[in-house]
């Protein structure tokens, strides 16, 4: 009864067993391998890109903020929603590569950012020369760190006012699996053809152990990307074993299989939940991931009883047991029904 | 007949037998999680140091990067042989990590730097006041990039050197496991003892997939360490991955029993070729690594018969045959007795 | 008629002769002259602060850059209001010179960040552990850049707040002499009696050329500045020529006189102001700069007959004669009653 | 008798007139005034550079950094000769501005810099792909450090092996007026016709206060200059006041008589110096400024006489009397035939 994260979770056994196949004989190190050369043109097809450029890497931090090194320029400033991953959760690793680059947050709801709020936000900056920093690349996240989407015309939406801008749209994918999953389109769809000009694609929730990819649909945009990535200590050497992982989490689609079967739990999830009085959903669930408001006392006994998840606000101490506290509640590849209903059992 | 490099080779079937097994269920994210605390405590226990700090990663030059930015300051300079893979081989890592540190090459032979050198080099950057950069962490590589090693003494000389300087010592130990197999000491006795303060201990290319532990000795040494690593992109989400790799690997000396069979099989590699009139070694090969002139001519026949190894000077390309070429020659834990008798068998 | 800025005008005669007198003779460069150890020796008399570490510098955005780059980690976000210069106006300079800090900012009104908002805001950041980045320093303008005014009692309540989160207040104080001339109280008591431990002190805007000076309270504080300064190319060779002016600016209280005469002149051009139906006032001027709304067909009027002054919305293209733009007047020390009459004749 | 520096000196009175004048009313801050316009356009006039891009900054160490940030990727390695300023004395400036480039220095002889060396240098650095540092600008300084020039054919040399690596050549001009005076050429023939790319040009040691300009000749190079200067906090507010000094500098040539009459002044000392047993010239001075050997005690009779300068190494500390101590003594501008002749008198 594990719903901590999706990083929580194992890697499917066909990752496994791909690394396992991959340690035989000596291949050349630090990327010179045949299967760092597959991994790559795999990502190109099932992106249906046949320029981009694609670097693999072992962390999604290491993919976002070596991205937007590439797509910004130190006196610039990437906009992102408040809820963004790369604002709240990593520790400003994009203003580190950037070599000092600022977040602007742009208002939004359920985690999205609007595409309105992003061009009153761009328009707001300017006027000020030198002395303002400069526009840079938009950053939107798909699924979102509500558990929501971006669909295809919002994603376009927001890549018209980046356009009219002259800067980049760059995608946190870190669960860009689940999105294809959700919406049925194709990863170009909800990627280049709707503006995106660069992806981190995560793997690491989603099966592998740790494998993602940056997805430059650009290739002018990727000049400065394998240095960057060299000078972060992001190029492993035995890259063949993160290439092994990506390759068989995209063989016969197991990466939309995996996303689905977690979107489809947190559904049984969330309609389990659905019934309970004191049970509030705080974002409509489109993914894999809910948030939910619970009184203290149900908290308490629900990890007493041995469940396990993250506290999104609010702390299990406290005299109000009535006290409304939120838990995120993640459900990974590798969640059963029967968990599911054990879970949903200790109420 | 792969000699390329030991990150070349295979991890251990052990090491893939404990990822495996490192895969059932959930465990928290980001280190929070049972198998990292007992690698943790494991390299404590292995090192006698039971107050060293421990950071895995997945990279050696995040090791060396993120260890460095956390002892020099950006207006120190590290010091370090013209041979340190920090200088040569890392991209400006550590220039990039720090925030813009020097890094000051000390001379020395055979790949290490002398003390003398280092006390010299030290004393030349005085008296500049705020003007110069200040003196900052001596980094020295055992065994060495020639495949040399320091022994106890020399260390312990160094970081005399190092200690009336008020800089620390750190040591690159990419092949620590070698040098810890040759000269039959302690992992203590090769590190605090002598004097180091903080060592990137290397498992990668050593029988693993991608890990490496930064330990800090004198723990006052890394306060800044766990920030720096995760605002650097390399906290991974899984990291009881990393946690199992090392666990395995240290289990029953098993990283010793591999760095001695690498070594031995250079050893008996270095035996064939000194039969040989056409080859001349350039170092004394004291771990798993040789360096050796041959002529141009006798290079193109063994790489024709499909010996891999990488040239470190000169080109193929050229009219003289008899020009002599250097070639480096690294065995990992997985060369056999055959594999070297069928390279020597190709001249 | 020029109100676009005080950093428009000229210098005090007084300090020109200063810097007239100062260039007899030869002096040690890099600060080790006679007049610079007045200078600081000066401003530790005038702030009562015999143990604070002064720096001079040239710029008001290297003042505060290499300020808080000393009083801030990377890793860390910086506290401000959103009108703040350091957030707006120096392109970018406080994340670069401290590597890549945030700035996070906190609500207020009339360009000031209040006390309750910084509480929340820094609680707002809590329960994030390694991943988020960690609280820094606070940073407040006395005078704002609205032209209000902080008062004694409000800085001391942001200084209880920082106080209990641990973390630094730093005063920008490119206004500080209008601030002091405004209300009555001594440096002391508007800056470390009140719980200010570094001051960004500006002499530039209100009579001298290019002269600020770093001051920190607490000299623990500033252990990295005089590195900071250094590196970034702020400590001048002719310091000197940076000391004379201070001195001369605070001899005999000249720089107050000049502060007093800024705001008195401002008051009365906010009087005059005052009288007009078309004209608005948008904060309650309390030192030497207003800001008004005033219908586009005026601006323009002023503008063709020779008023100077920036417009901080809007721009003069446009249809709507009656639409409402907002124009900056500030008044520098050099402002004559004459002039300001000769401005408000133009509407 | 006081051979400190050129930075010790006082400013020409011309220089302060010019100061005073540009006190006269209000205008534009941040360099959008009449004045700065001015010396832009005379520096391109001075340097027969109608296209060059020119910013004015207040030290020269301001304008080596920014210029080398400019120029180079924060993976490429500028360099320089082992005496450079940027490496020696300016506490790793460059490398904080670039974002962590290295400086790789390249043997020579009198502060020079070789081409053959250089060619050498940048060949050396070959081969390791992502994992070396790349080929960045090359930086000379004329006249150099050690008082020694390169001629326009020594330049051109040095700029076709730039050229051929693809990379830019810069000169740090902190003493380019004496260059120019002592050479006898045009100062377009001393930097862009002999292939420089870009030039600090220094005015501060020359006779200014405090007055440097950034002068790239090729307007592509200068992209990101304005933005690197405004960001380190080197856009002065009052912009105005540097430009004054330059266009007094550079008025009726000047600049170039301080500097002939700087260089006239130290081969006066020079010949003086030359016809005693005991003082041993170190280098052929060609501008203003010379480096002796001299007995311990002399200098010791000699500073206690009443003159100053700066010894370049060991210490007046010590038992051996006749210990040869070197000493740097510089001529400024300001140099009377009569102060070196009492200085001569010393001995």
Redesign the interface.
Same mark, same amino acid.
């Given at each position: 009864m594990?719903f =901590?994260?999706d %990083?929580? #979770?194992? +890697?499917h056994?066909r990752v496994?067993e791909a690394? =396992?196949a991959a %340690?035989? #004989?000596? +291949?050349?190190?630090?990327g010179e391998d045949p299967l760092t050369a597959r991994a790559v043109a795999r990502i190109r097809e099932v992106f249906e890109a046949p320029e981009a450029e694609v670097f693999l890497?072992?962390?999604?931090?290491?993919?976002?903020?070596?991205l937007l090194a590439s797509l910004a320029?130190?006196?610039q400033?990437v906009f992102a929603a408040e809820t963004a991953h790369i604002h709240?959760?990593?520790?400003?690793?994009a203003?580190?590569?950037?070599?000092?680059?600022?977040?602007t947050l742009v208002p939004g709801v359920d985690g999205k950012l609007s595409r309105d709020a992003l061009a009153a936000t761009i328009a707001g900056l300017g006027g000020?020369g030198?002395?303002?920093?400069?526009p840079g690349p938009v950053s939107i996240t798909n699924a979102t760190e509500k558990g929501t989407l971006y669909i295809h015309e919002e994603i376009a939406g927001i890549a018209g006012v980046a356009d009219r801008a002259g800067v980049p749209l760059h995608m946190d994918g870190a669960r860009f699996a689940n999105a294809v999953a959700a919406l049925g389109v194709t990863p170009a769809d909800l990627t280049w053809r709707a503006g995106v000009d660069a992806l981190s694609l995560g793997a690491?929730?989603n099966g592998c152990?740790?494998a993602e990819a940056i997805v430059v649909f650009d290739p002018a945009l990727a000049r400065?990307t394998?240095?960057?990535r060299?000078?972060?200590?992001?190029?492993?050497?035995?890259q063949r074993?993160i290439a092994a992982q990506v390759l068989a989490w995209l063989d016969d689609g197991l990466w939309l299989d995996l996303a689905a079967h977690a979107n489809t739990a947190a559904a049984r999830l969330t309609e389990g939940l659905a019934r309970r009085n004191d049970v509030r959903l705080l974002f409509e669930p489109e993914v894999n991931m809910l948030f939910v408001d619970m009184p203290r006392a149900l908290h308490r006994r629900l990890l007493a009883r041995g469940a396990?998840y993250r506290l999104w606000s609010g702390s299990l101490e406290g005299d109000d047991d009535d006290a409304p506290l939120t838990a995120r509640l993640v459900c990974?590849w590798s969640k059963t029904d029967a968990e599911i209903d054990a879970f949903l059992g200790l109420f």
């Amino acid at each position: 009864m594990h719903f =901590a994260s999706d %990083n929580a #979770g194992p +890697a499917h056994p066909r990752v496994i067993e791909a690394l =396992a196949a991959a %340690n035989e #004989g000596h +291949a050349m190190a630090y990327g010179e391998d045949p299967l760092t050369a597959r991994a790559v043109a795999r990502i190109r097809e099932v992106f249906e890109a046949p320029e981009a450029e694609v670097f693999l890497v072992a962390s999604g931090t290491a993919a976002n903020a070596i991205l937007l090194a590439s797509l910004a320029k130190p006196w610039q400033t990437v906009f992102a929603a408040e809820t963004a991953h790369i604002h709240e959760d990593e520790c400003g690793a994009a203003e580190f590569m950037t070599g000092g680059a600022k977040i602007t947050l742009v208002p939004g709801v359920d985690g999205k950012l609007s595409r309105d709020a992003l061009a009153a936000t761009i328009a707001g900056l300017g006027g000020r020369g030198v002395h303002g920093v400069a526009p840079g690349p938009v950053s939107i996240t798909n699924a979102t760190e509500k558990g929501t989407l971006y669909i295809h015309e919002e994603i376009a939406g927001i890549a018209g006012v980046a356009d009219r801008a002259g800067v980049p749209l760059h995608m946190d994918g870190a669960r860009f699996a689940n999105a294809v999953a959700a919406l049925g389109v194709t990863p170009a769809d909800l990627t280049w053809r709707a503006g995106v000009d660069a992806l981190s694609l995560g793997a690491t929730k989603n099966g592998c152990l740790a494998a993602e990819a940056i997805v430059v649909f650009d290739p002018a945009l990727a000049r400065e990307t394998e240095r960057r990535r060299m000078r972060a200590g992001h190029l492993l050497s035995k890259q063949r074993f993160i290439a092994a992982q990506v390759l068989a989490w995209l063989d016969d689609g197991l990466w939309l299989d995996l996303a689905a079967h977690a979107n489809t739990a947190a559904a049984r999830l969330t309609e389990g939940l659905a019934r309970r009085n004191d049970v509030r959903l705080l974002f409509e669930p489109e993914v894999n991931m809910l948030f939910v408001d619970m009184p203290r006392a149900l908290h308490r006994r629900l990890l007493a009883r041995g469940a396990a998840y993250r506290l999104w606000s609010g702390s299990l101490e406290g005299d109000d047991d009535d006290a409304p506290l939120t838990a995120r509640l993640v459900c990974d590849w590798s969640k059963t029904d029967a968990e599911i209903d054990a879970f949903l059992g200790l109420f």
